[in-house]
C-alpha cells in the first residue's frame, strides 16, 4: 500500500556519511549507527519516532557518498516542517535535520550529512524501486605510494596486485548469477543477482580503483568478491578460479573478506518518476520466493 494511499507523505533523503565511527547502516540496540542517529535527529524536528528505509544496508566502516533513503509524514507534519517560515518544506527539512544531526553527533558533528531532502514521487521505495547501486574501492598495492591523507579509504596492500588478472577473473561474473560463494547467507534469503559492472582501473599514481555495480548486493558480497579477487591479483589462483567457485557454490577457508574502510557507496539508479511504483512491484514479486535478503 504506498503511503499515499493512506493519506501520508513520503520524504526522500540523500545522505553522505564517513562510516568509521559507526556500525553500519542498521540500526541496534546499543552500538551507534548512521540510521540510528539520522532517526534520532528526525525525532527531533517532527517529535515522534520516525523509521527509515535504506537502498542499501552498508556494513560496519563503510562509508557513502550517494546514499538514499525514505521516510512518511502526515500532511500536517510535513507543511509543519517550515515552522512559519517562507520556504518551501524540503528545504527546511534539510536544514532543519543538519542542524539536528549536529546536535545529535556533538563531535562526530559532520561525519552524516543530508545532500539533499525532497518530496518522493508517487509509488517511491528508496529500496525497491532502485534500479541499480555502485560501489567504489580504493587499493594501493606493494609498490604503490602510500599516501598517509587517503589511508582512511584506502587498502594499504603489502603485495603487488595484477590489475589485468584481476580484471580476467571479474569479467565471467558478469549477468545474472547465483552468488553464494560471494555472500554471507540469510535463511529463506535470495543470493541470485545481476553484476553489472565489475572493473579495476589503475590511476596515473598507481593507485587500483574497483568500480562494482548490480541491481541489489547481498551481504558481504563486494568485499567477498573483492578478497577473492586479491588472491588472483596476487597470483596465488588463477584468474578461471573466481567462476568456478561461483558455478560451485563454494565457502570455504579462502573465502575472506576485504577490509571495510575503502568501500564506498557512490550511486544508487531510479527510473523516471512515472516508473517508480513499477518497478517497486517488480523487485518485490522477484524475491518474494524466496525472501530477499537486505540490500
Same mark, same amino acid.
Given at each position: 500500500m504506498t503511503p499515499e494511499y493512506r493519506g501520508l507523505i513520503r520524504a526522500r533523503l540523500d545522505v553522505a556519511y564517513d562510516g568509521g565511527p559507526y556500525s553500519g547502516w542498521g540500526i541496534q540496540p546499543v552500538e551507534r549507527t548512521v540510521q540510528g542517529v539520522i532517526e534520532q535527529a528526525l525525532a527531533v524536528i517532527v517529535r515522534r519516532p520516525v523509521r527509515l528505509t535504506v537502498a542499501g544496508r552498508t556494513d560496519a566502516g563503510v562509508h557513502a557518498r550517494g546514499q538514499v533513503a525514505h521516510f512518511d509524514l502526515t500532511p500536517e507534519e510535513w507543511d509543519g516542517l517550515r515552522r512559519g517560515h517562507d520556504e518551501v518544506p524540503e528545504d527546511s527539512l534539510k536544514r532543519r535535520l543538519n542542524g539536528a544531526l549536529g546536535m545529535v553527533l556533538r563531535e562526530l558533528r559532520g561525519t552524516v550529512q543530508i545532500v539533499d531532502a525532497s518530496r518522493a514521487p508517487l509509488g517511491f521505495d528508496a529500496r525497491f524501486s532502485a534500479l541499480w547501486r555502485r560501489y567504489s574501492y580504493r587499493i594501493a598495492d606493494g609498490s604503490t605510494y602510500k599516501d598517509p591523507l587517503q589511508r582512511a579509504i584506502t587498502l594499504w596492500h603489502e603485495r603487488d596486485l595484477d590489475v589485468a588478472l584481476m580484471n580476467q577473473a571479474a569479467t565471467p561474473l558478469l549477468g545474472l548469477q547465483?552468488?553464494?560463494? *560471494? &555472500?554471507?547467507?540469510?535463511?529463506?534469503?535470495?543470493?541470485? +543477482?545481476?553484476?553489472?559492472? *565489475?572493473? *579495476?582501473?589503475?590511476?596515473?599514481?598507481?593507485?587500483?580503483?574497483?568500480?562494482?555495480?548490480?541491481?541489489?548486493?547481498?551481504?558481504? #558480497?563486494? %568485499? &567477498? !568478491?573483492?578478497?577473492?579477487?586479491?588472491?588472483?591479483?596476487?597470483?596465488?589462483? +588463477?584468474?578461471?578460479? #573466481?567462476?568456478?567457485?561461483?558455478? =560451485?557454490?563454494?565457502?570455504?577457508?579462502?573465502? /575472506?573478506?576485504?577490509? $571495510?574502510? $575503502?568501500?564506498?557507496?557512490?550511486?544508487?539508479?531510479? $527510473?523516471?518518476?512515472?516508473? #517508480?511504483?513499477? %518497478? =517497486? /512491484?517488480? @523487485? +518485490? @514479486?522477484?524475491? &518474494? /520466493? $524466496?525472501?530477499?535478503? !537486505?540490500?
Open positions: 547465483d552468488f553464494q560463494a *560471494f &555472500a554471507k547467507p540469510r535463511e529463506g534469503s535470495t543470493t541470485v +543477482r545481476t553484476l553489472q559492472r *565489475f572493473e *579495476f582501473l589503475q590511476d596515473s599514481d598507481g593507485v587500483i580503483k574497483l568500480n562494482i555495480q548490480a541491481d541489489a548486493f547481498c551481504h558481504n #558480497m563486494v %568485499r &567477498a !568478491l573483492l578478497g577473492a579477487s586479491l588472491r588472483v591479483g596476487e597470483g596465488q589462483e +588463477r584468474p578461471e578460479w #573466481m567462476h568456478e567457485r561461483l558455478i =560451485a557454490g563454494i565457502r570455504d577457508a579462502k573465502s /575472506v573478506l576485504a577490509a $571495510p574502510h $575503502p568501500l564506498i557507496l557512490e550511486e544508487v539508479h531510479y $527510473p523516471h518518476e512515472t516508473e #517508480m511504483h513499477e %518497478r =517497486a /512491484v517488480l @523487485t +518485490r @514479486t522477484r524475491r &518474494a /520466493v $524466496p525472501a530477499a535478503v !537486505l540490500d
